[in-house]
């Protein structure tokens, strides 16, 4: 299965719905990211859609809120000089104050047929904003990521004839999620950040709130084909790799929407240490066949350690229950992951398909430390909130309970019934974020072209 447009600006409305639920303080790097991509994608939609220009009456509301997007931190193109207007809104002022530092000696400009151009030098330090990180677990920084995800899959699909052009509709329907996205992650943010970066949130908000309610209503997206994210790590959609890549989006996706009940079941919160373990199994065994590490590598001992700590953190849970159930569709997804991890780990594949594999579980691993953060969370919720039960026979004995042991009754439990807790769920959370970054970027390094080896130095 291929990863399409509709995943994900699901994956990015999950993820900016879990930053309503963070504590996790938001840096200007995170925001910035967050800002420029929002603004990379209104002109990746703008750039994609059928008709161009202003002469194209339903693409004409969608050309004005990319115009109306404010004072944008960085061009969203790679062009290496812009127009006067074009400045003046990277710089948040206006065209006649542009000419005149121009005419003044106090901005570099070249003359040509068609008017100045000014160097993209001019606009600031020159430092470039680089994309969220994906190996950041907070979310805002994961809601980056699917966005910008979404943005590379419009330009790829914008480049390759054999792929149906964007609809109007379907991008005023992107975009309105887009901004709905937008307006949440900007308002949520403001209660997480220093007061000195509010500014550049209320604004934000203030835009995409006041956009919407400009931005004509538009059905589904249609028009657009379910087409893979090309890159380097996927060609067939059929592949081993590609069905476990698209098993380990479903179930961190189904995982995810469990974890926003309000009460989860044990058995989801258990299940998420399970699939962590079988995953750090599965990444050891790519590991050993590769011959990249041996098996008292730092990578793979940290592996084990890893695997030992979600291990911990599954059994601390047992002779617990919310009463709650697992989903259908989640019990679904965790067997279809369960299969596609110990095909993974017990069929022979070719170097090509390692690697593949070896970046989807890479990327799994992202998941599991962030659906390991959430169930790291629920553990001290669901004891404060007196909604975690225990077996009489196990919980700690006292006068009060005697009844209730005698008749074999739940009781809701304590620090006391459960004193490994929440120590234990923390130290997986823990070691799932080391684990996340401590790993090889790739199985083999890359190698040099024959030709790239012979070339004579310039």
């Not at 409305?13 to 996790?24: R, T, Y």
């Not at 569709?329 to 070896?358: K, M």
Request: charged share 20%; hydrophobic share 40%.
């Amino acid at each position: 299965m291929a990863t399409t447009v509709l995943d994900l600006l699901s994956r990015a409305e999950d993820s900016v719905e879990q930053l309503g639920c963070s504590s996790a303080s938001v840096s200007r790097h995170q925001w910035e990211s967050f800002d420029q991509t929002v603004y990379r994608l209104l002109y990746e939609l703008l750039g994609s859609r059928v008709g161009c220009g202003a002469f194209d009456g339903e693409a004409l509301p969608l050309y004005r809120l990319f115009l109306d997007y404010p004072q944008p931190l960085e061009p969203a193109d790679d062009r290496p000089a812009f127009t006067p207007r074009e400045v003046a809104r990277f710089m948040g002022t206006t065209d006649t104050s542009i000419r005149k530092r121009i005419r003044s000696g106090a901005m570099t400009a070249e003359l040509s047929d068609s008017g100045y151009r000014i160097p993209r030098i001019q606009l600031g330090s020159g430092q470039r904003i680089p994309p969220a990180d994906t190996t950041d677990t907070h979310p805002l920084a994961r809601t980056a990521c699917s966005l910008g995800a979404l943005t590379d899959l419009l330009a790829i699909n914008r480049l390759e004839p054999s792929v149906p052009p964007l609809l109007n509709q379907s991008a005023n329907a992107i975009a309105r999620r887009t901004l709905v996205i937008t307006a949440t992650a900007a308002k949520r943010t403001l209660g997480l950040c220093e007061p000195d970066l509010a500014d550049r949130p209320l604004q934000i908000a203030r835009f995409a709130l006041k956009s919407l309610e400009r931005l004509p209503a538009a059905s589904e997206v249609t028009g657009l084909q379910n087409q893979a994210i090309a890159s380097t790590y996927c060609s067939s959609s059929e592949s081993a790799a590609a069905q476990l890549e698209h098993a380990i989006h479903q179930w961190a996706r189904a995982a995810r929407r469990e974890l926003r009940d309000t009460v989860p079941s044990v058995e989801v919160l258990k299940d998420i240490n399970r699939q962590g373990v079988h995953m750090y199994a599965a990444l050891d065994t790519v590991l050993a066949r590769s011959g990249l590490t041996d098996s008292g590598s730092a990578p793979r001992t940290l592996l084990r350690d890893s695997a030992h700590a979600l291990q911990a953190a599954t059994h601390v849970w047992d002779q617990t229950s919310t009463g709650a159930s697992p989903s259908r569709n989640y019990v679904e997804a965790a067997r279809q992951l369960f299969t596609a991890l110990t095909h993974i780990t017990t069929r022979p594949v070719d170097g090509r398909q390692e690697e593949l594999s070896y970046q989807a579980l890479l990327r799994g691993t992202s998941e599991v430390a962030w659906t390991a953060s959430l169930a790291a969370t629920w553990a001290s919720r669901l004891l404060k909130s007196h909604v975690l039960f225990i077996h009489a026979n196990h919980a700690e004995t006292s006068t009060e309970r005697l009844n209730a042991k005698r008749a074999g009754r739940m009781l809701a439990a304590t620090r006391t019934d459960v004193p490994q807790l929440l120590d234990a769920v923390w130290n997986a959370e823990r070691a799932a974020k080391e684990t996340t970054s401590a790993l090889p970027g790739q199985l083999q390094p890359a190698r040099v072209s024959e030709r790239e080896a012979v070339a004579p130095l310039m």
